[in-house]
């Protein structure tokens, strides 16, 4: 089992920045992928970003890359994501989410195991 928290979402400026965070707790976090994913309404739940166990390796959805970064603290079992220019399109509920079974990245919704409950990112124009 892996227990998943975020935090840092919130009411933001467009340009603005934000840093998301999502705490692990239960498995050894350092042995598995994670992601970032984010759901708007009316709309399918979407990677944002992936990341390797070493941090070595990341994915980036074509909407964010070059304004957001996914990171790890393998020490602090920490998951980061900084979003950067932010703009009213990445309004969504964004979650955290482990694949405890994979050593690679991955970009699909099915392939994780375990979620977050999501926090919310609002970004007015």
């Known amino acids: 089992q892996v227990q998943l928290v975020e935090s840092g979402g919130g009411l933001v400026q467009a340009g603005d920045s934000l840093r998301l965070s999502c705490v692990a707790s239960?498995?050894?976090?350092?042995?598995?992928?994670m992601g970032w994913f984010r759901q708007a309404p009316g709309k399918e739940r979407e990677i944002v970003g992936s990341?390797?166990?070493?941090?070595?390796?990341?994915y980036y959805a074509d909407s964010v890359k070059g304004r957001f970064t996914i990171s790890r603290d393998n020490v602090k079992n920490t998951l980061y994501l900084e979003m950067n220019s932010l703009e009213p399109e990445d309004t969504a509920v964004y979650y955290c989410?482990?694949?405890?079974?994979?050593?690679?990245?991955?970009?699909?919704?099915?392939?994780?195991?375990?979620w977050g409950q999501g926090t919310q990112v609002t970004v007015s124009s």
């Open positions: 990341i390797i166990w070493s941090g070595y390796r990341t």
């Open positions: 239960g498995r050894t976090f350092s042995s598995y992928t």
């Open positions: 989410a482990a694949d405890v079974d994979s050593s690679r990245l991955e970009l699909r919704v099915s392939s994780y195991d375990y």
